[in-house]
T-cell receptor, first 114, second 118 residues
Framework: ELKVEQNPLFLSMQEGKNYTIYCNYSTTSDRLYWYRQDPGKSLESLFVLLSNGAVKQEGRLMASLDTKARLSTLHITAAVHDLSATYFCAVDPLRGRSQGNLIFGKGTKLSVKP | DAGVIQSPRHEVTEMGQEVTLRCKPISGHNSLFWYRQTMMRGLELLIYFNNNVPIDDSGMPEDRFSAKMPNASFSTLKIQPSEPRDSAVYFC????????????????FGAGSRLTVL
């Protein structure tokens, strides 16, 4: 059974600081996704990582994937208050043709304080 | 595109009552997923459909839960009878599932249905 673990689960940062969220998963996979959820809202897709060594960047967020280590990271650069949200990684348990039935981590609740 | 549409957005009911949650996926998407989110268990996949056919319902907690997808534009998740432990936010998501061997298959989530069972 595929397990997806994120850490930390809670992260309080000061504006302007850098930090990394980690996502480990237990079986081989070739697709990893990052989502953002604002309080009381739905989930919004941030990044899709499809191969070993893949790196995607959007603004102050950068995601990377190491399939050999079964690890993805979400790096936050110079955090701002608008980044406060819960971030989820999700892994596709199938290799090859995807069914899309993602397994989600517990989420990392990020709070950026002035 | 209006996105994935769920109804109701909020439902408060009493234990023992039947609850029906509804979902309209994005037009052209051929995969549909029902997830449940709670503080304790996070996001759990309950069931998913490809081309209106249920593929995996192993996440459905018990026989009180059932899901249908009678056509490509509509799905329901029913709880009968409901219990307080069913209180959660239920999300519906859809994806294009292009069937490519190595392509992305991004899920688009609806706004969720917040269920409270008293």
């Amino acid at each position: 059974e595929l397990k997806v673990e994120q850490n930390p689960l809670f992260l309080s940062m000061q504006e302007g600081k850098n930090y990394t969220i980690y996502c480990n998963y237990s079986t081989t996979s070739d697709r990893l996704y990052w989502y953002r959820q604002d309080p009381g809202k739905s989930l919004e897709s941030l990044f899709v990582l499809l191969s070993n060594g893949a790196v995607k960047q959007e603004g102050r967020l950068m995601a990377s994937l190491d399939t050999k280590a079964r690890l993805s990271t979400l790096h936050i650069t110079a955090a701002v208050h608008d980044l406060s949200a819960t971030y989820f990684c999700a892994v596709d348990p199938l290799r090859g043709r995807s069914q899309g039935n993602l397994i989600f981590g517990k989420g990392t609740k990020l709070s950026v304080k002035p | 595109d209006a996105g994935v549409i769920q109804s109701p957005r909020h439902e408060v009911t009493e234990m023992g009552q039947e609850v029906t949650l509804r979902c309209k996926p994005i037009s052209g998407h051929n995969s549909l997923f029902w997830y449940r989110q709670t503080m304790m268990r996070g996001l759990e996949l309950l069931i998913y459909f490809n081309n209106n056919v249920p593929i995996d319902d192993s996440g459905m907690p018990e026989d009180r839960f059932s899901a249908k997808m009678p056509n490509a534009s509509f799905s329901t998740l029913k709880i009968q009878p409901s219990e307080p432990r069913d209180s959660a936010v239920y999300f519906c998501a859809s994806s294009p599932n292009p069937g490519q061997s190595s392509g992305a298959n991004v899920l688009t989530f609806g706004a969720g249905s917040r269920l409270t069972v008293l």
